[in-house]
């Protein structure tokens, strides 16, 4: 099992979107860049979780936790000529877009924010603090996993 950052606006598609979902569940779609691309079709499996980041928000936050429901199989946006992320340059039988399914597990409440993110020295090395880390899908490390449901935890009891 392996652990994941995945990043989403909130305006866009937020944590409690995924929670009103049928089962709590979505298909994590509309990712356009190679590198998240290839982590969605090779390496995100069943069972790993996830961290949802809501990015573009005052403060950014970690949100909720979901857990990966189905594996790596073509995202059907970029066949759907109306829809936001269509590739007219995707072809069905050789897809060039994966997604994965996700379903939500728990919200983080209150959210764990970028800038107190950023006073925990077990998520010094986390790739979403590194300056210029812009991906929207990311490893976390168990020990930054941890970390991170540790400070939930913290937070939960001081609210």
């Known amino acids: 099992m392996a652990n994941w950052l995945?990043?989403?606006?909130?305006?866009?598609?937020?944590?409690?979107d995924l929670e009103a979902k049928p089962d709590r569940t979505t298909g994590w779609d509309?990712?356009?860049?190679?590198?998240?691309?290839?982590?969605?079709?090779?390496?995100?499996?069943?069972?790993?979780?996830?961290l949802f980041y809501h990015s573009n928000a005052n403060p950014p936050a970690?949100?909720?936790?979901?857990e990966v429901v189905r594996a790596g199989h073509a995202d059907p946006t970029a066949f759907e000529p109306d829809?936001?992320?269509?590739?007219?340059?995707s072809d069905p039988e050789k897809p060039t877009w994966f997604q994965v399914s996700i379903r939500a597990v728990k919200p983080i409440d209150p959210p764990l924010g970028l800038p107190e993110l950023r006073t925990v020295s077990a998520l010094s090395g986390m790739e979403l603090l590194r300056k210029g880390s812009r991906l929207s899908i990311q490893p976390v490390s168990d020990a930054e996993w941890d970390a991170v449901v540790a400070l939930a935890a913290k937070s939960k009891t001081k609210s």
């Open 30 to 50: 509309g990712v356009r860049n190679f590198q998240a691309r290839n982590m969605l079709r090779d390496a995100v499996e069943v069972g790993d979780r996830v």
């Open 83 to 89: 829809a936001q992320h269509y590739d007219p340059k």
């Open 62 to 66: 970690i949100a909720g936790i979901a």
């Open 6 to 16: 995945f990043k989403s606006e909130p305006n866009c598609f937020s944590f409690a």
